[in-house]
């Protein structure tokens, strides 16, 4: 008989054998079927933990403030905190109003947590739209103010806005776009200053006179410095860093017809990062980030406040004729 054969008797069967080996890999593969599900899961938890862990480390600021001044008071914030800042800037020439159009085209779904703004125009204007937060959702902090910026080697200056339409000084002024940041903010408080008459009197003669109107207030700086123009409606901090600079500009002293713009800082409503939000709300009113930024002069104050009489807006009224001014100041100076 043949081993084959004999194979058989011992119960030998290829068949048999085969079938073993195909349980034999099923069972392989369901094993390496769990492996492979278990490994899977293990890496979706991992990375949805590490989404939500990077998601929670971090905070969202829309900055009006120069980024030159406010990025570092942001890094020293990240170092002390371990939060990560993703901050957006605006442009000067539009300055706050496109952040301000930003929020309000995000208001049902909030990108932002906090709003760091340079003037109280524009943040008020958003809390009344319901932009921040119901309870404590904004507070200002420190000032620089809104001044008449001169030639240094000039020996007669305009001693009043009103001086600013002297015909003699035609095509001698420099102004940035008055539909925008801090000379928006000026142009409204001098409406409810003077009356509309008188100041649409003025606004008239100032346009008449052919003034420079450039893309904000650093560039009017640069205008009077290079005696293109000899005057020019500026804000302090821009005086201050044209002087540091060496250009020859000189600020004239704060008057009634003058402007405190302090700083402000907001928390979104329905803010993405809420707890962080908070921590940054909080840092940017430490006396001592106010005083960075004084001794950066971005600030010229780190309290918001003066002995020296100056605008003081009722925030109310302003607002509600806030389209109306805007109306009129595209009707003379954007002809």
């Known amino acids: 008989m043949s081993k084959t054969n004999n194979k058989r008797k011992e119960g030998y ?12 890999v099923a069972h392989f593969d369901l094993f390496l079927f769990i492996g492979l599900v278990a490994v899977t899961v293990t890496l979706l ?15 969202v600021i829309y900055a009006a403030q ?15 905190t371990g939060i990560k800042v993703k901050a957006v800037y605006d442009s000067e020439a539009v300055k706050t109003v496109g952040l301000a159009n930003r929020l309000l085209a995000e208001r049902r779904h909030p990108q932002c947590d906090v709003f760091w703004g340079n003037e109280e125009m524009r943040t008020r204007q958003l809390a009344a739209q319901g932009v921040f937060r119901k309870t404590n959702g904004w507070a200002a902090f420190g000032y620089r103010s809104r001044r008449i910026v001169v030639l240094s080697t000039l020996s007669k200056v305009p001693r009043s806005l009103a001086d600013l ?37 003025w606004c008239k003669a100032l346009a008449a006179n052919r003034p420079f109107v450039v893309d904000g207030n650093s560039v009017v700086v640069k205008f009077v410095a290079r005696g293109e123009a000899w005057f020019g409606l500026t804000d302090s901090d821009d005086i201050a860093a044209g002087q540091r600079e060496g250009l020859s500009v000189a600020a004239l002293p704060l008057s009634e017809e ?12 329905n803010a993405p990062h809420p707890a962080n939000a908070q921590k940054l709300f909080e840092y940017l009113q430490r006396p001592e980030v106010a005083e960075k930024l ?13 002995d020296t009489t100056t605008l003081k807006p009722d925030w109310d009224p302003l607002l509600r004729d806030l389209e109306t001014t805007t109306k009129q100041l595209n009707e003379i100076f954007l002809r």
Do not use: C
């Open 13 to 24: 069967d290829p068949k048999e054998n085969l079938r073993r080996f195909f349980r034999m």
């Open 45 to 59: 938890l991992g990375v949805f933990s590490w989404r939500k862990s990077t998601s929670s480390e971090q905070v």
């Open 66 to 80: 120069d980024q030159v001044y406010a990025e570092p008071i942001l890094r020293e914030f990240e170092k002390e």
């Open 165 to 201: 339409t002297n015909s003699g000084w035609s095509g001698k002024i420099a102004i940035a776009f008055p539909q925008f940041g801090t000379t928006a903010t000026h142009f409204h408080a001098l409406r409810q200053l003077w009356g509309e008459e008188r100041w649409l009197a």
């Open 258 to 269: 003058g402007l405190l713009i302090p700083n402000t800082v907001a928390v979104i409503r």
């Open 294 to 306: 004084v001794q950066a002069n971005a600030l010229e104050n780190a309290t918001y406040g003066t």
